[in-house]
């Protein structure tokens, strides 16, 4: 049975979620929701420095604040951990450097946020106060703020222990560089650019905060945590403080978002951890948005050199590149593998023969870096797609054409790429042509000819934007080869009640995305029941101890193929009950409707629900079948998906004051089969905004101090309705044969798409200008100056 | 501390609050309305927005003693006691307006206050009138649209 041949069922439908009424209402529980009376709160001191070395901590202040109890500096605090530090589970290569990095620091600060000491108090209010008036004395020490600062000669060090600020250099080319000479020495056409991504804030709108509540009698402890990864925390917590994992227990409440911020370890919930089982009572913290500027991590902080070698024709022969990418001053539970995620990925969906990566981290006096929304697709997309676009000028062709001339063809699945991948499926010229299609390519271009010719201030600019991205994260022996420290599998278990009710347990992690509707859809149709009277457990490791939980979109293609297999494994189960009851060969029964038939004999039928009862009772079964219908299934992938499409982007530039205006947004995706296509098209809307948003509008801006500057949402720029477009949206499905349903996964793909589309979209309107590129974000007055500057430098 | 009353979702409730806490706190810690969510601290996010006497108000930028005497509604407020959805919540479940959830109490806050004050607004009017309310997960064109619906103006 695949679940496409099912129809009509639920799979495909536009299901309204059952995840709504308790969100719409507010009975949906999150991390500050919690009451826990006689919570001791913790207020987190965070350094004011880039880098300085801690001279003194006074408390003096803080302690005569009523319902300030504590103030505890990092010295204070270190038995709490003693030899343990926060966890980085990605040493790229065998001589990565990873500084050890403590929860609250000793010693020296490394940046703007690092926690220094922490206060605790009675109330939040008590422990804001007494956070704030502790007075540390710095001596401030020379800072590295910008990337290509960390690795000039005579670079401050962020780490005076390190020889250099370099953590690693991590490269993919084989035994290829002398093709790929020769493919630039042929070449017709050369293309070489730079481009920037700059540093973003995540800003899911739940800031994080934790809770951990111990009990003290039996030794156990309960971790809350607004947190993507329960799981991952659960191991995590247990090793870095020897809590033996059979008495810890991590709870994810209701999370409000996480965009990949929440994939981590952090300081703070290791803190409260700590502190609780020592204090014997529960300790938490919720953190503040100015705060989460700089103590959660950030996304991107790359400078990207790429370059393409042609053919006359404009088919690329080798792409080439070469990029820094800031770790900040500590890698956290990721931090070194994002660069690596784009690393297989900078041909994008093209089929070019000859491939070089190269990227050499390093570390600066800054937040963090981490996973943010595509992890390293947005930035290997950005490169890929915006010097395309230079190769069209090169070439004399349109963008839809230079793509139309190197796309991977249709027949050429499965793929295997120059980077080492075998992608499983694409019609990317389809999915384009239908792109454009949608955006009425023609008339805005005779809007765009005719403006320019009268004049106009108001230039018109349609940029394109072809993906691919690896999703389904992962194949665990693939994890192997790329070091990192667990696997990709995930797990679940289908349990049916005596009243043939369902229970799914998932051990992937939903923050928003979903997963009670579709995994329900999902399991109905398999089973012939009411979506409604199927149940999805996650995100407690008390109820569902097996999982490696949400991130990299990955959850329908390994999470979801897990619900679906344990699900078929219950429908086995409940044959041999069937054909036993039936006296029947299981061969010759089919299963529909929640209904087992004999082939050829109508009247012999049992429902499932008859079986369910039966196998409760446990009265009458096959010899030697245990009672109960219940399956698990651990599902590791055997390959990533490929999901991928085509964005244009229309913008209207205002070339007085460098204003852009995102006018237009055609998205059509290739996600495989979509089990809601309601969810699916939530899921692009909101990963659009978040590309543009980085595209137009947001920027981690730091001064050469290395204080952040944008650090609240008045000055950091997540938009509004107001300036958010109206996207229009088609798909075009090629199901994935990597899984049974199909399906790829969709959380990421409008955020890789949409900010070279959006830049694309804005250079074209200014070409005729001279303009050739524009750095993200394209504000107002970047715009202007790229304007300007082409002019000839008449700013 | 200082004695406030407020009228809560119809409900007088009588407290003592320092001068200083914020109505959203009291509304959170000490009435235990947790649907009132704080997602900054600037004013900028909208998470918060309650009613006072009918009109929108970012309960995280005012305290709880300038409502004193003040009517309160709160998204706990705002369904049938039977449970039925006010009819903006019902917009925002049919046209999928919410992933996360969490900007989602105060923009149904915001979208009621803004449908009332303001009939007959089209897509432009709702995409400003809501400028103040931030969602990261939507990209807001499905709460745009259930807006309009509910407002009886459009929308899918």
Same mark, same amino acid.
């Given at each position: 049975?695949?679940?496409?041949?099912?129809?009509?069922?639920?799979?495909?439908?536009?299901?309204?979620?059952?995840?709504?009424?308790?969100?719409?209402?507010?009975?949906?529980?999150?991390?500050?929701?919690?009451?826990?009376?006689?919570?001791?709160?913790?207020?987190?001191?965070?350094?004011?420095?880039?880098?300085?070395?801690?001279?003194?901590?006074?408390?003096?202040?803080?302690?005569?604040?009523?319902?300030? #109890?504590?103030?505890?500096?990092?010295?204070?605090?270190?038995?709490?951990?003693?030899?343990?530090?926060?966890?980085?589970?990605?040493?790229?290569?065998?001589?990565?450097?990873?500084?050890?990095?403590?929860?609250?620091?000793? %010693?020296?600060?490394?940046?703007?946020?690092?926690?220094?000491?922490?206060?605790?108090?009675?109330?939040?209010?008590?422990?804001?106060?007494?956070? /704030?008036?502790?007075?540390?004395?710095?001596?401030?020490?020379?800072?590295?703020?910008?990337?290509?600062?960390?690795?000039?000669?005579?670079?401050?060090?962020?780490?005076?222990?390190?020889?250099?600020?370099?953590?690693?250099?991590?490269?993919?080319?084989?035994? #290829?560089?002398?093709?790929?000479?020769?493919?630039?020495?042929?070449?017709?056409?050369?293309?070489?650019?730079?481009?920037?991504?700059?540093?973003?804030?995540?800003?899911?709108?739940?800031?994080?905060?934790?809770?951990?509540?111990?009990?003290?009698?039996?030794?156990?402890?309960?971790?809350?945590?607004?947190?993507?990864?329960?799981?991952?925390?659960?191991?995590?917590?247990?090793?870095?403080?020897?809590?033996?994992?059979?008495?810890?227990?991590?709870?994810?409440?209701?999370?409000? %978002?996480?965009?990949?911020?929440?994939?981590?370890?952090?300081?703070?919930?290791?803190?409260?951890?700590?502190?609780?089982? &020592?204090?014997?009572?529960?300790?938490?913290?919720?953190?503040?948005?100015?705060?989460?500027?700089?103590?959660?991590?950030?996304?991107?902080?790359?400078?990207?050199?790429?370059?393409?070698?042609?053919?006359?024709?404009?088919?690329?022969?080798?792409?080439?590149?070469?990029?820094?990418?800031?770790?900040?001053?500590?890698? *956290?539970?990721?931090?070194?593998? $994002?660069?690596?995620?784009?690393?297989?990925?900078?041909?994008?969906?093209?089929?070019?023969?000859?491939?070089?990566?190269?990227?050499?981290?390093?570390?600066?006096?800054?937040?963090?870096?981490?996973?943010?929304?595509?992890?390293?697709?947005?930035?290997?997309?950005?490169?890929?797609?915006?010097?395309?676009?230079?190769?069209?000028?090169?070439?004399?062709?349109?963008?839809?054409?230079?793509?139309?001339?190197?796309?991977?063809?249709?027949?050429?699945?499965?793929?295997?790429?120059?980077?080492?991948?075998?992608?499983?499926?694409?019609?990317?010229? =389809?999915?384009?042509?239908?792109?454009?299609?949608?955006?009425?390519?023609?008339?805005?271009?005779?809007?765009?000819?005719?403006?320019?010719?009268?004049?106009?201030?108001?230039?018109?600019?349609?940029?394109?934007?072809?993906?691919?991205?690896?999703?389904?994260?992962?194949?665990?022996?693939?994890?192997?080869?790329?070091?990192?420290?667990?696997?990709?599998?995930?797990?679940? =278990?289908?349990?049916?009640?005596?009243?043939?009710?369902? &229970?799914?347990?998932?051990?992937?992690?939903?923050?928003? &995305?979903?997963?009670?509707?579709?995994?329900?859809?999902?399991?109905?149709? &398999?089973?012939?029941?009411?979506?409604?009277?199927?149940?999805?457990?996650?995100?407690?490791?008390?109820?569902?101890?097996?999982?490696?939980?949400?991130?990299?979109?990955?959850?329908?293609?390994?999470?979801?193929?897990?619900?679906?297999?344990?699900?078929?494994?219950?429908?086995?189960?409940?044959?041999?009950?069937?054909?036993?009851?039936?006296?029947?060969?299981?061969?010759?029964?089919?299963?529909?409707?929640?209904?087992?038939?004999?082939?050829?004999?109508?009247?012999?039928?049992?429902?499932?629900?008859?079986?369910?009862?039966?196998?409760?009772?446990?009265?009458?079964?096959?010899?030697?079948?245990?009672?109960?219908?219940?399956?698990?299934?651990?599902?590791?992938?055997?390959?990533?998906?490929?999901?991928?499409?085509?964005?244009?982007?229309?913008?209207?530039?205002?070339?007085?004051?460098?204003?852009?205006?995102?006018?237009?947004?055609?998205?059509?995706?290739?996600?495989? $089969?979509?089990?809601?296509?309601?969810?699916?098209?939530?899921?692009?809307?909101?990963?659009?905004? *978040?590309?543009?948003?980085?595209?137009?509008?947001?920027?981690?801006?730091?001064?050469?101090?290395? *204080?952040?500057?944008?650090? #609240?949402?008045?000055?950091?720029?997540?938009?509004?309705?107001?300036?958010?477009?109206?996207?229009?949206?088609?798909?075009?499905?090629?199901?994935?044969?990597?899984?049974?349903?199909?399906?790829?996964?969709?959380?990421?793909?409008?955020?890789?798409?949409?900010?070279?589309?959006?830049?694309?979209?804005?250079?074209? /309107?200014?070409?005729?200008?001279?303009?050739?590129?524009?750095?993200?974000?394209?504000?107002?007055? =970047?715009?202007?100056?790229?304007?300007?500057?082409?002019?000839?430098?008449?700013? | 501390?200082?004695?406030?009353?407020?009228?809560?979702? +119809?409900?007088?409730?009588?407290?003592?609050?320092?001068?200083?806490?914020?109505?959203?706190?009291?509304?959170?810690?000490?009435?235990?309305?947790? !649907?009132?969510?704080?997602?900054?601290?600037?004013?900028?996010?909208?998470?918060?927005?309650?009613?006072?006497?009918?009109?929108?108000?970012?309960?995280?930028?005012?305290?709880?003693?300038?409502?004193?005497?003040?009517?309160?509604?709160?998204?706990?407020?705002?369904?049938?006691?039977?449970?039925?959805?006010?009819?903006?919540?019902?917009?925002?479940?049919?046209?999928?307006?919410?992933?996360? +959830?969490?900007?989602?109490?105060?923009?149904?806050?915001?979208?009621?206050?803004?449908?009332?004050?303001?009939? !007959?607004?089209?897509? +432009?009017?709702?995409?400003? !009138?809501?400028?103040?309310?931030?969602?990261?997960?939507? !990209?807001?064109?499905?709460?745009?649209?259930?807006?309009?619906?509910?407002?009886?103006?459009? +929308?899918?």
């Amino acid at each position: 049975m695949t679940i496409t041949e099912d129809a009509p069922g639920h799979v495909g439908s536009r299901r309204l979620r059952k995840e709504d009424p308790a969100l719409l209402t507010g009975e949906a529980k999150f991390i500050d929701d919690l009451a826990l009376p006689g919570a001791i709160w913790v207020g987190v001191v965070r350094s004011s420095e880039a880098h300085a070395n801690i001279v003194g901590i006074d408390g003096s202040a803080a302690l005569e604040i009523d319902g300030v #109890n504590e103030v505890l500096s990092g010295e204070d605090l270190a038995p709490l951990w003693g030899e343990g530090a926060l966890p980085c589970a990605w040493p790229v290569t065998p001589d990565m450097k990873n500084p050890a990095h403590l929860p609250v620091a000793r %010693g020296t600060a490394k940046y703007v946020g690092d926690a220094v000491a922490v206060v605790l108090a009675d109330s939040r209010y008590a422990a804001a106060d007494g956070a /704030a008036a502790v007075v540390v004395d710095y001596e401030p020490l020379p800072a590295v703020v910008e990337i290509e600062d960390a690795v000039a000669d005579g670079a401050p060090l962020v780490h005076a222990d390190l020889e250099s600020n370099e953590c690693y250099t991590w490269g993919l080319w084989g035994d #290829n560089a002398p093709a790929i000479e020769a493919a630039f020495a042929e070449a017709a056409h050369v293309v070489s650019e730079r481009y920037l991504q700059q540093r973003l804030i995540p800003a899911p709108m739940e800031p994080r905060g934790c809770a951990a509540v111990p009990s003290p009698a039996g030794g156990e402890l309960t971790l809350y945590s607004a947190t993507q990864i329960p799981h991952i925390l659960k191991v995590m917590t247990a090793v870095v403080l020897g809590i033996p994992e059979n008495k810890l227990r991590v709870v994810a409440p209701s999370v409000g %978002g996480g965009f990949g911020c929440k994939l981590n370890v952090y300081a703070e919930e290791i803190l409260c951890s700590a502190l609780a089982m &020592q204090r014997g009572a529960p300790v938490r913290w919720t953190e503040g948005r100015a705060e989460a500027a700089v103590s959660t991590i950030q996304g991107r902080g790359q400078v990207q050199h790429i370059e393409l070698a042609a053919d006359a024709d404009g088919k690329v022969t080798a792409v080439r590149v070469k990029l820094l990418a800031d770790m900040g001053a500590y890698l *956290q539970l990721v931090t070194p593998g $994002v660069p690596l995620l784009g690393g297989f990925l900078y041909h994008g969906c093209y089929d070019i023969p000859n491939y070089m990566f190269e990227c050499t981290s390093v570390f600066t006096n800054r937040t963090p870096t981490d996973a943010y929304r595509g992890a390293g697709r947005p930035e290997a997309t950005y490169a890929v797609e915006r010097a395309m676009d230079s190769l069209a000028v090169s070439v004399g062709v349109s963008p839809e054409e230079i793509r139309a001339r190197n796309f991977i063809g249709a027949d050429a699945f499965p793929y295997e790429s120059a980077a080492g991948l075998v992608f499983d499926s694409g019609d990317y010229q =389809t999915v384009l042509d239908k792109a454009v299609a949608l955006a009425d390519i023609d008339g805005r271009r005779a809007e765009q000819a005719q403006r320019r010719a009268s004049g106009s201030s108001k230039r018109i600019g349609v940029g394109f934007s072809s993906y691919v991205e690896m999703c389904g994260l992962a194949p665990s022996r693939v994890l192997a080869s790329l070091d990192y420290g667990a696997g990709g599998w995930e797990a679940a =278990t289908v349990r049916i009640s005596p009243t043939c009710k369902v &229970q799914v347990v998932t051990g992937s992690t939903p923050h928003g &995305q979903g997963h009670e509707t579709c995994w329900s859809m999902i399991v109905a149709d &398999q089973l012939g029941v009411d979506p409604d009277d199927v149940e999805v457990l996650h995100s407690d490791t008390a109820v569902s101890p097996t999982g490696l939980d949400t991130y990299g979109s990955r959850s329908l293609a390994v999470g979801g193929t897990a619900v679906y297999m344990a699900t078929e494994k219950v429908i086995d189960k409940a044959r041999a009950i069937a054909a036993h009851q039936l006296e029947a060969s299981e061969d010759d029964l089919e299963f529909s409707g929640g209904v087992f038939r004999v082939r050829g004999t109508p009247e012999a039928e049992v429902p499932l629900a008859g079986i369910a009862f039966a196998a409760f009772t446990a009265h009458d079964l096959p010899d030697g079948m245990e009672p109960n219908l219940e399956a698990h299934v651990t599902y590791d992938p055997p390959n990533f998906t490929f999901p991928n499409g085509t964005h244009i982007a229309v913008v209207e530039v205002d070339t007085d004051t460098g204003d852009v205006d995102l006018i237009d947004y055609v998205a059509v995706d290739d996600c495989g $089969v979509q089990i809601n296509p309601l969810v699916v098209e939530g899921q692009v809307h909101g990963g659009i905004l *978040q590309g543009a948003a980085q595209a137009l509008y947001e920027d981690a801006v730091y001064n050469s101090d290395g *204080q952040l500057v944008s650090a #609240n949402l008045g000055d950091y720029l997540v938009p509004s309705a107001a300036e958010a477009p109206r996207f229009r949206l088609d798909s075009h499905a090629t199901p994935s044969p990597t899984n049974p349903m199909g399906v790829k996964g969709v959380g990421e793909a409008g955020t890789i798409a949409a900010a070279p589309a959006v830049i694309n979209a804005v250079v074209d /309107a200014l070409r005729d200008l001279g303009v050739t590129d524009v750095d993200m974000p394209a504000s107002p007055q =970047t715009v202007w100056r790229a304007i300007a500057d082409a002019q000839g430098g008449a700013s | 501390m200082t004695a406030v009353t407020l009228t809560v979702n +119809g409900t007088e409730r009588s407290l003592d609050v320092e001068p200083r806490t914020l109505l959203v706190h009291a509304l959170r810690d000490d009435l235990g309305l947790t !649907g009132t969510n704080v997602g900054c601290d600037s004013s900028s996010c909208g998470a918060c927005t309650v009613l006072v006497d009918g009109q929108s108000a970012k309960s995280c930028t005012m305290f709880a003693v300038q409502a004193d005497g003040a009517d309160i509604t709160t998204i706990e407020g705002v369904a049938d006691a039977d449970g039925t959805l006010h009819p903006m919540q019902q917009a925002f479940h049919e046209h999928h307006a919410l992933q996360c +959830g969490y900007c989602t109490p105060g923009m149904v806050m915001a979208a009621i206050s803004l449908v009332e004050e303001y009939p !007959g607004l089209d897509e +432009g009017g709702v995409r400003h !009138g809501l400028e103040g309310n931030l969602c990261r997960c939507t !990209g807001y064109q499905n709460i745009v649209d259930a807006v309009l619906a509910a407002a009886g103006s459009g +929308g899918d």
